[in-house]
């Protein structure tokens, strides 16, 4: 099961965006509150929108109760953000990889949080991706994956939450072979895809790994 969740956060090419949702194969796309005025402008029609709806615009609300979309609708005062409300609603129905779409921009506080929340979808046995014009982010935990791209790409790789310990990174222009990467230290930033996949693995701990596009 894979679903598209949309966010109100910055998207400025929606010509992309859409040809990302359009041919993405989701079997379920929600929209995140605000996120349902992206979705209009990109002619997509949801299957649920979630949230306070303190940011959608009424006409967009009209428009689509006419198309059946599901609403959810939430208090402005609640423990959960929007995103957290799309999150569980995905889990809810089944979704083995999630990916967030109008993650970044805007708000600095916004981002970090969406970002993150990487580390709260995976701890749910859901693999998460953000996807924006410029990038996309992927989390490892205690785990190896491959990301895809063309020889040149440019991958950073960042611990969160604390040290990561155990780094092999394969196919990169600045390999590592089981190294402990410090927290508080940028030193996988801007590394360059050799091939046109690379392979990540951490023993221990959490990375961040984002792919410029």
Do not use: Q, W
């Not at 997509?44 to 009209?62: A, H, K, Q, R, T």
């Not at 998460?128 to 996309?136: F, L, V, W």
Request: charge should be negative; glycine fraction near 6%.
């Amino acid at each position: 099961m894979k679903i598209c969740i949309i966010l109100n956060g910055e998207i400025k090419n929606y010509d992309y965006i859409n040809s990302v949702v359009v041919t993405g194969s989701y079997d379920y796309i929600i929209c995140s509150d605000g996120g349902a005025n992206h979705a209009y402008s990109m002619n997509i029609v949801p299957d649920y929108i979630i949230g306070d709806l303190d940011s959608v615009n009424e006409n967009i609300i009209e428009y689509y109760k006419s198309k059946k979309v599901k609403f959810e609708k939430f208090p402005t005062k609640k423990d959960e953000t929007d995103t957290e409300l799309c999150i569980e609603l995905s889990d809810k129905l089944k979704a083995k990889e999630i990916h967030l779409i109008g993650a970044l921009g805007g708000r600095i506080d916004h981002t970090i949080a969406n970002i993150n929340l990487l580390y709260y979808i995976r701890k749910r046995g859901i693999t998460p991706k953000i996807i924006s014009e410029k990038e996309e982010i992927y989390i490892a935990m205690d785990e190896e994956i491959t990301i895809y791209g063309e020889i040149g790409d440019i991958i950073s790789i960042l611990p969160i939450k604390n040290d990561a310990k155990g780094v092999t990174l394969n196919n990169l222009e600045y390999p590592l072979e089981d190294y402990d990467m410090e927290f508080s230290r940028p030193l996988g930033i801007s590394n360059v895809m050799t091939d046109v996949n690379c392979s990540i693995k951490v023993k221990e701990g959490s990375l961040i790994i984002i792919k410029n596009i």
